[in-house]
């Protein structure tokens, strides 16, 4: 029996290592998507995703913003946390052009180049979740944001 106490921490040390190894490849697989066509690099990748889910998780509740973050890789997750935006509880009203706006400040770059980080990071991001918290999602957004979020046709 004392060699299958001596045994167990190995095989816990081998799930988090198995769990660490799957929670690394699903972000890399995120980062791939929103890297693809080379525009972006990864790190200007990762502050994008950052700076638009912060932005959106501003104008939706609290709530469905968790539901939505619990389907993302854990790394983008740990990102959010660090985001200074999430201390507010409450959605915030604002529409597309103050969230171009602030995505556009936050990666020091144009409102229309943030219209196009917008759109690419959203539309990664509903790949990495489920179509119906998309549509729970789109349904707490206003019409003009309601537009960068929908799945192109």
């Known amino acids: 029996m004392t ?9 816990e040390e081998l799930k988090q290592q198995q769990h660490a190894s799957r929670t690394g490849s699903t972000y890399a697989a995120f980062l791939k998507a929103l890297t693809a066509d080379g525009i972006y690099s990864e790190p200007f990748a990762e502050n994008a995703a950052t700076s638009v889910l912060c932005c959106l998780e501003q104008r939706i509740l609290a709530d469905e913003a968790e539901h939505m973050e619990a389907q993302l890789p854990m790394k983008l997750r740990e990102l959010l946390v660090r985001c200074h ?10 529409g597309r052009d103050e969230l171009l706006a602030m995505i556009a400040d936050d990666l020091g770059i144009n409102l229309m180049e943030a219209e196009r980080v917008a759109l690419r990071v ?13 549509e729970k999602v789109e349904g707490q957004l206003p019409p003009d944001i309601r537009e960068l979020w929908r799945r192109p046709s």
């Open 3 to 11: 060699d299958d106490r001596r045994a167990e921490p190995g095989r």
């Open 85 to 94: 935006r999430h201390r507010d509880v409450k959605p915030l009203k604002f």
């Open 122 to 134: 959203m539309n990664t991001v509903r790949t990495f979740i489920s179509e119906g918290e998309a």
